[in-house]
């Protein structure tokens, strides 16, 4: 495993607020974006799966859009979704389908976890994966 390059901060709200957004949306797949600053979440938003799957997602295009526009804006940003079977660890197709490198990829697990949910947090660019710390305050 790639050693870890930087870390996310998110309150414990936030962290409740995703793994929530997970289990509401089980045994689907949910999706969603954050806004950052300096690695700070400052808000999270609900996204649309367009593919309504347990094995993927999409982001509705509203979303995508604001989501840029955030990037534009001088935020950074995160895409966030949910492995609901599965570890948090970024998918063959999570890799293939990860279009924006400097954005985060976050994943939200329910499954096969004594300790409960867990949420990673990862940078793929260029089919290189690497994770970074999330740190939740």
Request: with cysteine; net charge negative.
């Amino acid at each position: 495993m790639p050693t870890s390059l930087a870390v996310m901060r998110m309150s414990a709200g936030q962290r409740d607020e995703l793994v929530e957004h997970a289990r509401d949306s089980t045994p689907n797949e949910c999706c969603g974006y954050m806004r950052l600053s300096d690695g700070e979440v400052e808000e999270l938003f609900r996204a649309e799966n367009l593919r309504n799957s347990p094995y993927g997602y999409e982001l509705d295009a509203k979303s995508l859009l604001r989501a840029n526009e955030l990037d534009d804006e001088g935020f950074g940003v995160a895409i966030y979704h949910s492995h609901p079977r599965s570890a948090a660890e970024p998918s063959q197709t999570d890799i293939n389908l990860a279009q924006y490198p400097h954005w985060l990829q976050v994943i939200v697990t329910l499954a096969g976890r004594d300790d409960g949910p867990e949420v990673r947090a990862w940078r793929i660019e260029d089919g290189r994966v690497e994770e970074e710390d999330v740190v939740v305050e």
